[in-house]
């Protein structure tokens, strides 16, 4: 999930000659190889460790991820610097720490983390599990016992290791077009590099020290707090801080209550102001009022016997509606950026580009800029990557997943594989397009449609796991895909080797193939994964195996009504996009996003109290102090995040040897009440 940001080339190549003004000493650009160090790759393994642990965390949770590239920044700087300074006190002569350096770990830890998204592991993967088979019903039309396929560490990690690096092979030769000549902004890979370029300068330094000393603080305050409420959560699900009634017991039945979770509030902090409110309107719309009314036509809209869970009673409204909403927003931002990137390109090609520059900038500070900007492309075209050696890896790694995939999955064919290699990169272009333009990745809406495609041309016979292991082949591609043109981006800010960028995204990727898989497992083996009474309710992987099913079966097995309300907020999903992009900046600032809205439909309203409890606190800090605000909301929310997942490490190694918490704190009505 983005937002869209305009940042113009004058203004990023301003930043830039500020930023190099103010550096502490005139150092040589080191070799791409030198950016590439030991301590660094140490680092970002560390880092990328405790990122793909946060981010399993939140896929299991509630769905969603906010980015952490400015976290992975700021503890990257914190920790080569603090070995740095270790070692020259103790009197070694050591390497200077660079920005290059700096950039390279920040890629790598990406590039790591991100696996634990685009594998699919939260998602297209743990669909295919028996618990989510289980819970929409063993008798429920499409849905075979066949289609069943528990993790394992061992095929998981070989489908990350076939599917992973493709997508760095399918637009490295694009890099130049995409970066220099369609001048693409990436809002966040320049706001990164802004970042990473202020850390090196001697303003920059000392606000970094104050934002990692800020961000320790929460990380132990966060830490310790979970450790704490840890000891009152008891043996189930209804014990402790996460099941704290704080608006009172009518509300607790409905899901509206505060559970004092770090992560969430560091989320809201995180997040835009639109997005936390979104969600939490989704909340209330739905658990305060949909969801009731609905029950009140138990025993005529659906049998009033079913079980909470049953898709046939109000658990398949909660699914399917959610559903509508997400497809709507997804299917409405694809044609938006489609749209963009054809418009953008059809204007390239009828005329030159120019550079916007501002009109009131001197000639002395124009040639400036024009010399800074000309640094910068030949930093970028000095290392590049062969033609010939991206497209033999595509082509490559290609055969070798075509003919592995099939022995993972034998239900998806290996033409089939083979005939989404061959529209991938296609793919791939239009999200990188989009993301560099809008900010917007719409990876999991590639892997929607691949799903839908690839399950109704299997059929009955296999089509769900031929379609689930389809989304998350596309998922992979064009994730990676648009994240190395980002860090291209960011490299080229930084002045950083194009070459030395595509190494660290590989071995960021090698890392995250082992990485990712391991962490997701350490959570399946120490965590009731799935339940729908638990805290890793895996939501996203009920939603993906409904949406497998529909592909082949279609709507007949719906709720009565349930049809006619998903096509409702399929519409309303369509307008309201349509509305925040239709009208002026000043009231479409106001207008909810869909796909927020749509996640608290089925999880429940708890995490969006937490995230607009975050939402609140930076809105307060902003009114007050908005300089503070601008220099710590980050990281003070990358703490609180960090904390809570560095717990969750613990956590799970007392659950693995069956170590129940000491106290279970329970609340229920006064006697005679």
Not at 354 to 369: A, Y
Request: aromatic share 14%.
């Amino acid at each position: 999930m983005g937002t869209e940001v305009e940042v113009s080339e004058p203004l990023i190549e301003k930043i830039a000659a500020v930023n190099d003004d103010e550096e502490e000493a005139d150092q040589p650009i080191p070799e791409w190889k030198d950016q590439i160090t030991i301590r660094g790759l140490v680092a970002s393994a560390i880092m990328g460790t405790l990122f793909c642990i946060i981010t399993h965390k939140l896929n299991l949770t509630v769905g969603i991820i906010p980015s952490l590239n400015v976290a992975a920044g700021l503890l990257g700087f914190f920790l080569v610097k603090s070995w740095t300074s270790f070692w020259s006190k103790l009197g070694f002569s050591i390497k200077p720490f660079t920005r290059q350096e700096n950039t390279v770990i920040q890629t790598c830890v990406v590039a790591c983390y991100g696996l634990a998204f685009s594998g699919g592991f939260g998602s297209s993967l743990l669909a295919m599990d028996e618990r989510t088979y289980q819970l929409i019903g063993a008798d429920y039309p499409g849905n075979r016992a066949e289609d069943v396929k528990n993790p394992g560490l061992g095929w998981m990690i070989g489908f990350v290791v076939v599917v992973s690096f493709l997508g760095l092979f399918s637009l490295v030769p694009l890099r130049k077009v995409m970066i220099l000549d369609y001048k693409l902004t990436y809002p966040s890979g320049t706001a990164t590099a802004m970042l990473i370029n202020s850390f090196h300068t001697n303003t920059g330094a000392e606000l970094a020290g104050k934002q990692v000393r800020c961000l320790g603080k929460y990380l132990s305050i966060s830490f310790f707090w979970s450790c704490f409420k840890w000891f009152f959560s008891g043996v189930g699900n209804s014990c402790g801080f996460d099941n704290f009634p704080s608006f009172g017991l009518t509300l607790f039945k409905n899901t509206f209550y505060f559970d004092f979770s770090p992560t969430y509030v560091g989320c809201g902090l995180i997040c835009p102001h639109i997005v936390n409110c979104s969600v939490l309107l989704g909340a209330i719309i739905s658990w305060g009022f949909l969801w009731p009314f609905i029950s009140q036509h138990a025993g005529d809209w659906y049998p009033a016997d079913l079980g909470s869970n049953d898709f046939k009673g109000l658990y398949g409204y909660k699914v399917f509606i959610a559903i509508s909403l997400i497809l709507g927003d997804g299917l409405y931002n694809l044609i938006k950026i489609i749209a963009i990137t054809v418009k953008e390109m059809w204007n390239r090609s009828t005329k030159d580009s120019k550079l916007p520059f501002v009109n009131d900038i001197q000639d002395t500070e124009t040639s400036k800029l024009l010399l800074e900007q000309k640094e910068r492309e030949i930093v970028f075209l000095k290392d590049g990557i062969p033609t010939w050696f991206a497209a033999s890896g595509y082509v490559g790694l290609a055969a070798i997943s075509t003919a592995t995939i099939p022995t993972i999955f034998p239900p998806l064919k290996w033409y089939l594989v083979l005939c989404s290699y061959l529209i991938a990169p296609a793919l791939a272009f239009c999200n990188s397009y989009g993301t560099g333009l809008t900010d917007w990745n719409l990876a999991s809406t590639y892997g929607k449609i691949g799903l839908f495609i690839i399950a109704s041309l299997v059929g009955t016979d296999g089509g769900v796991i031929a379609g689930l292991a389809a989304c998350g082949v596309m998922m992979s591609i064009v994730s990676t895909a648009a994240d190395l043109m980002q860090d291209f981006k960011t490299g080229y800010l930084t002045l950083s080797s194009a070459k030395s960028m595509f190494v660290s995204q590989l071995l960021g990727t090698a890392m995250g193939c082992v990485i990712a898989p391991l962490t997701f497992w350490m959570y399946w083996t120490a965590f009731d994964i799935g339940s729908p009474d638990g805290p890793y309710k895996a939501p996203y992987a009920v939603i993906f195996r409904e949406m497998a099913i529909l592909g082949i079966e279609g709507f007949s097995e719906l709720p009565k009504h349930c049809l006619a309300l998903c096509c409702g907020f399929f519409v309303a999903a369509l307008v309201i996009n349509l509305l925040r992009d239709a009208t002026p900046t000043k009231i479409s600032r106001f207008i909810p996003v869909p796909m927020a809205m749509a996640v608290p439909f089925y999880i429940g309203a708890y995490f969006a109290i937490d995230m607009f409890v975050g939402t609140v606190i930076l809105f307060i800090w902003e009114l007050v102090n908005r300089k503070d605000s601008e220099d710590y909301a980050g990281a003070v929310a990358s703490g609180l995040i960090c904390g809570d997942g560095i717990w969750t490490i613990p956590s799970a190694i007392l659950s693995i040897f069956r170590v129940n918490p000491p106290v279970c704190m329970y609340f229920g009505p006064a006697d005679g009440s």
